[in-house]
């Protein structure tokens, strides 16, 4: 279910972020480096959007875990 709430959001993120890697070696291609730069610096960014994004979902994984455990003890 987890997987399900998360999985579209982290395609997206990871989708817009190969399209930014296309994006600057088409830049870097053509020899506009200050753009080149500013692309990759973007796609870092995302780069740590899915970070924070895997990490959001395994720590709620391991809350509803310790939830249910704490919930089965009483």
Excluded: Q, W
Excluded at 16 to 39: H, K, P, Y
Excluded at 53 to 69: G, T
């Amino acid at each position: 279910m987890i997987l399900l709430i998360t999985l579209p959001v982290f395609i997206n993120v990871l989708f817009r972020r190969l399209v930014l890697g296309v994006a600057e070696a088409l830049s870097d291609f053509l020899g506009m480096t200050s753009s080149s730069r500013l692309i990759h610096e973007f796609s870092s960014i995302y780069g740590m959007l899915l970070a924070v994004i895997s990490m959001s979902a395994m720590l709620f994984i391991a809350s509803v875990i310790i939830c249910v455990k704490i919930g089965s003890a009483v």
